[in-house]
Structures are given as structure tokens and as C-alpha cells.
T-cell receptor, first 115, second 112 residues
Framework: DGGITQSPKYLFRKEGQNVTLSCEQN?????MYWYRQDPGQGLRLIYY???????QKGDIAEGYSVSREKKESFPLTVTSAQKNPTAFYLC??????????????FGQGTRLTVV | GQQVMQIPQYQHVQEGEDFTTYCNSS?????IQWYKQRPGGHPVFLIQ?????EVKKQKRLTFQFGEAKKNSSLHITATQTTDVGTYFC????????????FGKGTKLTVNP
């Protein structure tokens, strides 16, 4: 089955620890994204990548880091510098169709709780 | 930077009533997309609008893209309990970076 997979679904970490969220897609999509979702805040863009070995900061990149070493993988690291990391994290991917991206496919999400 | 505003934030309706959510961008968009997120789920793509003034229908759902390509709306006729969820619009900035910017969403609840 083609799709986008996030793991784990639930993650608990102690305050001050870095944690890496996995995102893998086998859709052969060029573009990948990380969003953070908080109640009443909608989806806020953390980082995005249009091509391997290249990525750009979104609106709330502080305290996060990413890498794009392979087309199918776009892991997100939540560092100890992120002041309020507890949230629902969504990874998405889309085809880059000329200059206009087509629809975004989302993973099931990872709910991170920092205690 | 580009901002996408969506109203209302919440909407409660009786089953059978109509529902509309509105989306406005601070910049001209090359396209706008609509997503639905069921409670506990992830956003799922509904539709994409590209042309100025475009109107598209999916059964009871009608999507519109404004003439200036800065606003959009989603209208649901005769809501059903299966319509429950949060509806997001997402805009792609014309001539700008290739990233989707989401509105905050409208959470729809339907009383049977």
C-alpha cells in the first residue's frame, strides 16, 4: 500500500530530552512537511522540504530540526530548546507539480507528551 | 508573511441545517485546498480550486474560489452527522514559496 507513515503514534518523553519523530512515504513525492496541531490553533508549519538535502523553516521552526537525506524520509527532532513541545505532530507529503503543489497526504500523526 | 484566516472557529447546527465556512488570505493565492479532519483523525484532502471564480461541487458540498483569488468558501447543504469534523482551508501563495498555509479550521458539530 502506498502512503505516509508516522511512528510512533504516542510518545512520552521527559522534559529536557530530545526526541525524534519518524515520517516515511512511499508515494515518490518530492515535497514533505511537518505541522504542529494544538487545540484551536489549526495546523502550523514547522519545516518543509521540496527536494532531498534541502529544507526551509516554516512559521514555528524554533526548537525543532529536520533532515532530508532520502526522498522518502523526513524525520523531525524536537529539541530541549522547544519550550512547549506537547502537541500533535502531523507529517505530510505532496507531489511538486510544476510550480504548484498538488494535494497533501497526511500521516496518522504522533501525539507527543512531555512530562 | 502570508496569513490565512478562517471563520467561524466553531459551528453547531441541527441535522438538516446548512453550514458555511469562509477562508480569507492576506495575499493572492495560486490555489486553495480544503481538508476535513474527523475527531481523532488526520486531515484528508477534499478538493483543490485553481481558477478565479471557480465553483466545484461534491454531492452536498459546494466550494467557491473568489474572483480575486484571495477568498474561498465551503458550503454544506442539509448537514448530516457524518459531516462532523474540522474543516481546513489551505492556500498556496501565488509567486511565493511553495508551501501550504493552513487556516485555523472550523469545527463543525451536528446535533441529530
Amino acid at each position: 500500500d502506498g502512503g505516509i507513515t508516522q511512528s510512533p503514534k504516542y510518545l512520552f518523553r521527559k522534559e529536557g530530552q530530545n526526541v525524534t519523530l519518524s515520517c516515511e512515504q512511499n508515494l515518490n513525492h518530492d515535497a514533505m512537511y511537518w505541522y504542529r496541531q494544538d487545540p484551536g490553533q489549526g495546523l502550523r508549519l514547522i519545516y518543509y522540504s521540496q527536494i532531498v538535502n534541502d529544507f526551509q523553516k516554516g512559521d514555528i521552526a524554533e526548537g525543532y530540526s529536520v533532515s532530508r537525506e532520502k526522498k522518502e524520509s523526513f524525520p523531525l527532532t524536537v529539541t530541549s530548546a522547544q519550550k512547549n513541545p506537547t502537541a500533535f505532530y502531523l507529517c505530510a507529503s505532496s507531489i511538486v507539480y510544476g510550480a504548484v503543489n498538488t494535494e497533501a497526504f497526511f500521516g496518522q500523526g504522533t501525539r507527543l507528551t512531555v512530562v | 508573511g502570508q496569513q490565512v484566516m478562517q471563520i467561524p472557529q466553531y459551528q453547531h447546527v441541527q441535522e438538516g441545517e446548512d453550514f458555511t465556512t469562509y477562508c480569507n488570505s492576506s495575499t493572492t493565492l495560486s490555489n486553495i485546498q480544503w481538508y476535513k479532519q474527523r475527531p481523532g483523525g488526520h486531515p484528508v484532502f477534499l478538493i483543490q480550486l485553481v481558477k478565479s471564480g471557480e465553483v466545484k461541487k461534491q454531492k452536498r458540498l459546494t466550494f467557491q474560489f473568489g474572483e480575486a483569488k484571495k477568498n474561498s468558501s465551503l458550503h454544506i447543504t442539509a448537514t448530516q452527522t457524518t459531516d462532523v469534523g474540522t474543516y481546513f482551508c489551505a492556500g498556496l501563495n501565488q509567486g511565493g514559496s511553495e508551501k501550504l498555509v493552513f487556516g485555523k479550521g472550523t469545527k463543525l458539530t451536528v446535533n441529530p
